[in-house]
């Protein structure tokens, strides 16, 4: 979400696997044009071996910091 309270988003009928969180998060990375922060939680295709090598060139684009939450995070 946005300042402004747009949502990025994108609705898929199949299921998600590491490689549509990747073009997810490339479009996402496209569309923002000042440093920002994105947390992700600890699902599997968030800690695959692809998803990390992406993150890092996040992290050199506009992400300036990613996150990972805690094992356990209550709400």
Not at 14 to 39: G, H, P, R
Request: aromatic share 12%; charged share 25%; net charge positive.
């Amino acid at each position: 979400m946005y300042r402004k309270n747009h949502l990025f988003s994108q609705v898929l009928e199949s299921t998600f696997n590491t490689d549509k969180i990747i073009d997810f998060i490339n479009s996402f990375v496209e569309q923002i044009n000042k440093k920002t922060v994105v947390i992700f939680d600890n699902s599997p295709i968030h800690k695959s071996k692809k998803f990390g090598a992406k993150m890092q060139e996040w992290k050199e684009k506009r992400c300036s910091n990613i996150l990972l939450t805690s094992i356990f995070s209550p709400s």
